[in-house]
């Protein structure tokens, strides 16, 4: 939403990044949501003994996970 734009709590490189409509680690879930809206997919799973949730954006061949660790993007990967 544009209020996270303005939202003196987000750092700007995320601000930056939002605008673009991209996704860096270290962003929140509300920051992803600002960026990207709702994923098409989300797929919990416990790996190496943490709960991660990916959130999947797009169809094959153009795919984007986002991988989450609590509330924090751990990984972005763009297939």
Avoid: C
């Amino acid at each position: 939403s544009p209020t996270v734009l303005y939202s003196p709590s987000v750092p700007p490189k995320f601000k930056e990044a939002i605008k673009k409509h991209e996704v860096v680690p270290g962003m929140s879930r509300d920051d992803v949501l600002s960026s990207k809206g709702p994923p098409d997919r989300r797929v919990r799973e416990v790996r190496n003994e943490i709960e991660e949730e990916d959130w999947i954006y797009g169809l094959p061949p153009h795919v984007l996970f986002v991988t989450f660790e609590g509330d924090t993007v751990t990984e972005v990967k763009q297939y």
